[in-house]
């Protein structure tokens, strides 16, 4: 019995030492990854290439807002019975 619990320590060891590799060479592939050259160069000449300069925002048309009293807030102030019945069951037998 004694012999069973060791290995499996033994297991949960080898295990865990594993795991922490490769979490460990995740995050190094990946750091690695987004510090090299080519992704720096790839990042940058997308935000040269995206040029705003050029476009002209003073000919754009101005739209008027055609949502003017779509919404109706029902707040239930409005209610003037002061004997309103609450209950969460109530609402199920409808």
């Known amino acids: 019995m004694f012999l069973y619990r060791k290995k499996c320590n033994v297991m949960k060891k080898i295990i865990n030492i594993i795991s922490l590799l490769f979490i460990i060479t995740f995050f190094f592939l990946i750091i690695n990854y987004y510090f090299s050259n080519s992704h720096i ?3 940058n000449l997308k935000r040269n290439n ?42 199920f037998k409808n």
């Open 50 to 91: 995206y040029d705003i300069k050029n476009l002209n925002m003073t000919d754009l048309p101005v739209i008027e807002s055609d949502t003017k009293g779509v919404i109706e807030y029902n707040t239930g102030y409005n209610i003037k019975s002061k004997n309103f019945k609450r209950s969460f069951w109530e609402l």
């Open 41 to 43: 160069e790839m990042i």
